[in-house]
């Protein structure tokens, strides 16, 4: 057993803590929110030049050759800043589906352009009926002579505004929720047939609700083996799994360390708030959750790293229902231990809480883990 | 003991049903609930429904008689509560209905009631409630805004924090500082009516979090306050916002509302494809079971004040569970929406372009945000097992 990181990686944890703590004020933070494309794109750049766009990648295809652990010191300390630059989208969910499943000339195509930060892409694959079921589909793919024609609806799709590229998720073959017949498509976002509405999300990031109406695709398009996609996207939705759960990790110790701070420093009653007992044992509480959370964040992603099976599912689920459950009571006892101040839009601890809210959500809540993890 | 409303309360029941069929029909509810969290002011059909109240007699049932009230048994105000809350009727401000009209009609002078007591009860003053202070939040006591004497005024000097409504409200109640040397800080402190309009007041919008505006810095430069409007005694003020503040608990507890939304919820369940989910379903079920033990707590709260008079300390519990309950149904609602709990569009977008998804999840996320507070203002949650602590069980 081993929990000490490689020097290799102890540079790109500080690397990105560097920048997190001098490049990501929080104040800059929320105009770049504000603003009409909802991130900076000479961040994006940044990140090009400093290597992180290629961090999953293998070696041959351009990347840094690193892997779940290495995504996992990237995302905490993004995490840290509540960095809100599409890395997850981009990167670890169309990355990976590359990554995982490309044909040479696909990978060719497109990772290069992901890694010198030149592509924006998206995953498209939650529909309205389907809660986190990734099988539940009714957007379908059909033949037509050598092409494929694409129809349905997608939504929440993060980074839909941005995304040059769209990877879809639809049934070729068999029943609604049946685990073959899935199939991935690489769609160029601007191509007849697509439309979107775009809109901000809760946590300060971007989506969109993506409409396919007759889409052609040629051959070309489809991602992996037709018919035998679901594989392939769990496994990429379990490394996303993964990041954002490290991600949360991050918040969770600046939010617990803030709270730290703020209660000896706010006084009441002629002391520190932090003086009282009560909540002394909250704060504790507080600490505890976010240790735990971490320590199966490691466990997590050194069974993604052993490799992709039945050991690493169960042990992102795992994670996941932590992060989810030690999440919302960081997030919702940090805000209230601040008092009014931690329901400010100003501060950015109501900011943090948000994210926590929604990483509960995303790729599937704490009752859909709790049940994952019990059926593995 | 019996649980059962007698005849003469099915009589009432089915009066109030009958009113509110008359006065709050299908079309208003839909149409209010759409604007309501957009203005600080009644939409018409809310207007209407109020006129309705003021006409009826029933707009502040719980006041004295003598002032407008309408001299209901607790089962009645109870009743009351149930059928408005369950019909989504439009609730009147509790800044100046609930929270200042018992101080006035308690303390205030004849012609401070003649003035101000009649628009609260028609619904056409708005008040806020100016308490807090940036150093003075939970220590309320340590409040340092000044009010000096000067011939027959007052000139207060100062900063509110947290005045929700403030950049809607006519009028301001306040707690101000008019003796820095009183021997308890408590001692020092008078109750003020504020004209909102006077000189040398400025409102700054605070931003709370999903961007909402509720709340405001106020801050009072050389504010001239006729003495005239200083309710009670000098130096006497905390007394009376203390025996407010119990008031402002008891509404707290929002059993009813509770009720509709965990209702809400499991039809937002069903919409979602939860229906066949144990886990969720079992949830759910919990809820309910508190939810019903709230209820029968705050119904023996209510028979040992029969009369109107102020619940003990003890009714800091329903403070505590009420808020605990509606956080735990706003968690729940955030679950059952699914990825659907993500989309935040500014509410022009959609006026515009319609609600995104199958259904209009926005109100519900705001409903969460804004609902973090409920277990702050009013006494935090950790304030009230300090009370129940020191006051009930005797630590
Ligand atoms: C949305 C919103 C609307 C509001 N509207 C109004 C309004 O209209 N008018 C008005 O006057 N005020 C209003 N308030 C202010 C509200 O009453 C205060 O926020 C509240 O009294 C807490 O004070 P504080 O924010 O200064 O927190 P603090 O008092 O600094 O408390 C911070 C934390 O310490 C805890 N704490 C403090 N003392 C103790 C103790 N002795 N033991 C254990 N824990 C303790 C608190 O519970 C809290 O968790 C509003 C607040 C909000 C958030």
Redesign the pocket.
Known sequence: MDFSFSEEQTLLKDSVSRFVHNDYEFAARQKLVKSELGYSRDHWRTFAELGWLGVPFAEKDGGYGGGPLETMLLMEEFGKGLVVEPYVPTVLLAGALLRIAGKSAQKERYLPRIIDGSLQAAFAFAEPQGRFNLADLTTTAKKDGEDWLLEGYKCVVLNGPSADLLVVSARTTGAQRARTGVSLFLVDASAAGVSRRDYPTVDALRASEITFENVRLGKDAVLGRVGRALPVIEQAIDEATLAIGAEAVGCMEVLYKATVEYCKT?E??GQP?GK?Q??QHRMVDMFMEYEQSKSLMYMAAMRMAEGYGDEAKKAVSAFKVQVGKSGRFVGQNAV??????G?TDELNVGHYFKRLTTVDTLFGNVDHHLRRFGSL | MNLELDAADRDFQAEVRAFIDAHWPDAARAQARDTVAREGRPSVVERAWFDALVARGWSVPHWPAAHGGANWSPTQHYIWARETAHADCPEMSPFGSRMLAPVLYTWGSPAQQAAHLPPIREARITW?????EPGA????ASLTTRAVRDGDHYVVNGA?T????AHHADWMFCLVRTDPHARKKQEGISFLLIDMRSPGIEIRPIL?LGEQH??NGVTLNDVRVPLANRVGEENRGWTYAKGLLTHERTGIAGVARSQVALRRLRYLALANGLDDDDVFATKLDELEIELLALEMTELRTLATVEGGGAPGPESSILKIKGTEIAQRIDDLVIEALGYYALPYPAPQLIDNEGPIGPMNAVPAIRGML?GR?AS????????QK?IIAKAVLGL
């Open positions: 706010r009441q009653f708030i009282f009560v909540l209230q231990l601040h008092g009014g101040m329901m | 806020c409630q100016g308490y807090s939040g939970s220590d309320l509110k947290w005045t929700s409504g709370i509720t709340v804004y507070a702050i203002f009013g006494g935090s949650n950790e304030i300090n």
